[in-house]
């Protein structure tokens, strides 16, 4: 049962005090990273409350789906939507009138319910496990972007749209675009209308590259293995369509690869077709 109302001695409010930072210098070093204090708490979340010379309102609870927590003598809290902080300040409140001056410590046990979700053609959809700090330039840093149109990219929070320019922060290291993921962050990444560069004709092995950016001529030539001998290297055309449009544009890549002229070296766009035309003779 909880204890009456009593007074501490200053012996005992400074054996309490002192227990009670240590354990807290334990916790915040073995547990978990520096962030706790920012974290969220959500359902399936385990919290550890502490009372110090309170047996009673000390323990492990695990937040239950409706979001609540059930604490002897302070009844249902809703834990959910509040940091450990909070948390800790409105069970304070609450079991003021059974213990003065209460010293209360909050902190994780076991995180479960923090996620960011990936969704949209660019990628695979999931979910990602938030244990530690997440920025969305790590989250990046981690997918496979072949296919995913960084332009078009945005975040999801509460039901409300952020914009962030993925491309800039991705490939220009623009870190105003940058942001901390929360849980229940979703994060849509799109599909690029055409991911591939493809290199036909006479090259030794004709295939689909994957597009990159700053990605050239000589780039796919090579990766293809190159002319085969009966390849009229300045007869090289690149085929684009846009808006409808097709455009053809002649390479010589013998000069090129000769190194006279480097000006041949054109940059590729997405969808591109590079076609290596045989010599007749």
């Known amino acids: 049962m909880v204890s009456e109302k009593r007074n501490f001695n200053a012996g005992e409010f ?54 609540k927590i059930s604490l002897p003598g302070a009844g249902e809290i809703k834990a959910e939507g509040l940091t450990p902080e909070q948390l800790q300040a409105e069970i304070k409140g609450r079991i003021v009138s059974l213990v003065k001056d209460p010293l209360v410590t909050v902190s994780m046990v076991g995180i479960a319910n923090s996620k960011a979700y990936l969704i949209g053609g660019g990628v695979t959809s999931g979910s990602m496990d938030l244990q530690r700090k997440t920025t969305l330039l790590q989250l990046l840093a981690s997918l496979d972007l072949v296919r995913a149109d960084l332009r078009g990219g945005y975040v999801l929070r509460d039901g409300k749209r952020l914009d962030r320019d993925f491309y800039a922060l991705f490939h220009k290291g623009d870190l105003t675009q940058d942001l901390t993921l929360r849980n229940n962050d979703i994060i849509f990444l799109p599909a690029l209308p055409e991911p591939y560069v493809y290199v036909l004709g006479a090259v030794e092995t004709p295939k689909a590259l994957p597009f990159r950016e700053g990605m050239t001529v000589m780039d796919a030539l090579l990766e293809c293995g190159g002319f085969t001998k009966f390849a009229d290297k300045n007869k090289t055309v690149i085929v684009r369509r846009e808006n409808g449009v097709e455009t053809r544009i002649a390479v010589k890549a013998e000069e090129l690869s000769k190194g006279k002229d480097l000006s041949q070296n054109a940059l590729l766009q997405r969808g591109d077709y590079i076609i290596a035309n045989e010599s007749f003779f």
Request: charge should be negative; hydrophobic fraction near 50%; include cysteine.
């Open 14 to 67: 400074l054996r309490f005090g002192l227990m009670g930072l240590a354990a807290l210098c334990i916790v915040s070093v073995c547990c978990f990273p520096a962030f706790a204090e920012d974290y969220i708490i959500g359902p399936g979340d385990q919290v550890n409350i502490s009372v110090w010379g309170e047996p009673d309102l000390t323990g492990a609870v695990l937040v239950r789906p409706d979001g």
